[in-house]
């Protein structure tokens, strides 16, 4: 592994690899930790399995040669060429993810306007106990054991849903989903889960996320924490970076004055000396700041913004 890869395929580092299994059966990147098992035929390296992912998140990455994201290679034997050849595109593949959220997911979700699907996870909400159906200490160990809720966590450009899952009918049985939970993006905390390899792929996988609320616990099927977590982190940061971006926008609309507003107007040959409300129609003189004005007939208040929105399309 050393001499064909000196250099780890997927985060390129030169750190080597911790070699575990009976005959140097698995290598595991010092640096990214992803970890592969070895194909050997006549003592010599033919090819690899992806294992474990790294923990760096570039398992969401595209994969040029697959246009698919790296993850979806785990567990499948791959020659030496493919990794020596691999090409990760540095961003995570979301329109790769979009496509495999199942559509009766959507029923129930009202979308806000601009919000977009970026994943799902089918699996288990963990509900505590209400006091009445707690037991005793007495009880032991049963007392600890947790109500579990159906259903799936869909991941939009916005917010966590968790959505319930819910069977109506005896003899024609039908399957619906309602919104039973909701984080929003900006509100995330923490993120913690467990690992995962090839073996244990499909596998339900605890998760925790907490919010300004609290915590909430999930068990959910392929929710690695190497994909669940850099997935959530990129969408906190995405939605972020729109929230500031809309409060410096409102900012700069407050610090607009009349001022700045009669300035804008003289520069494109207009100019103004009585506003008229919008309220009664009565005649405002313009005043010379200030981002505000009142009309002394009817006490309704005119805004420099509104003006300058009424002006912009007339200049």
Not at 169 to 181: E, L, N, T, Y
Not at 200 to 212: F, G, Q
Not at 231 to 241: F, L, P, T
Request: charged content about 25%; overall charge positive; hydrophobic content about 40%.
């Amino acid at each position: 592994m050393q001499s064909d890869f000196p250099k780890c395929p997927i985060c390129s580092s030169t750190a080597g690899y911790e070699f575990s299994g009976m005959v140097g059966k698995y290598a595991k990147c010092l640096t990214c930790s992803a970890k592969w098992r070895l194909l050997i035929e006549n003592q010599r390296l033919t090819g690899l399995t992806l294992h474990e992912l790294p923990k760096n998140g570039k398992a969401l990455c595209k994969v040029a040669s697959m246009n698919a994201p790296l993850f979806v290679a785990i567990g499948q034997p791959f020659d030496l060429a493919f990794w020596k050849n691999l090409a990760l595109d540095g961003k995570i593949c979301w329109e790769h993810l979009a496509k495999s959220v199942d559509c009766s997911f959507l029923n129930c979700v009202v979308k806000e306007n601009g919000e977009s699907i970026l994943n799902s996870w089918e699996g288990n909400r963990v509900l505590e106990l209400p006091p009445a159906m707690q037991r005793t200490p007495m009880a032991g160990p049963a007392r600890q054991r947790p109500m579990l809720q159906l259903g799936a966590l869909l991941l939009t450009s916005r917010r966590l849903i968790w959505l319930e899952k819910r069977r109506t009918g005896v003899w024609k049985p039908v399957i619906s989903f309602q919104v039973a939970k909701e984080i929003s993006l900006e509100n995330v905390k923490g993120i913690s889960g467990e690992s995962g390899d090839s073996n244990t792929w499909d596998a339900l996988k605890n998760v925790s996320i907490v919010d300004d609320s609290g915590e909430t616990l999930f068990n959910l099927r392929y929710g690695f924490i190497e994909l669940l977590k850099p997935m959530i982190e990129d969408a906190v940061r995405i939605r972020r970076d729109e929230i500031e971006s809309e409060r410096r926008q409102d900012k700069v609309h407050v610090m607009l004055d009349f001022s700045f507003l009669k300035t804008y107007m003289e520069k494109g040959g207009l100019i103004m000396q009585v506003l008229k409300c919008p309220e009664c129609g009565a005649s405002v003189s313009f005043p010379n700041s200030g981002n505000e004005t009142e009309c002394s007939h009817c006490g309704k208040v005119i805004y420099a913004q509104d003006v300058f929105e009424k002006v912009k399309s007339l200049l």
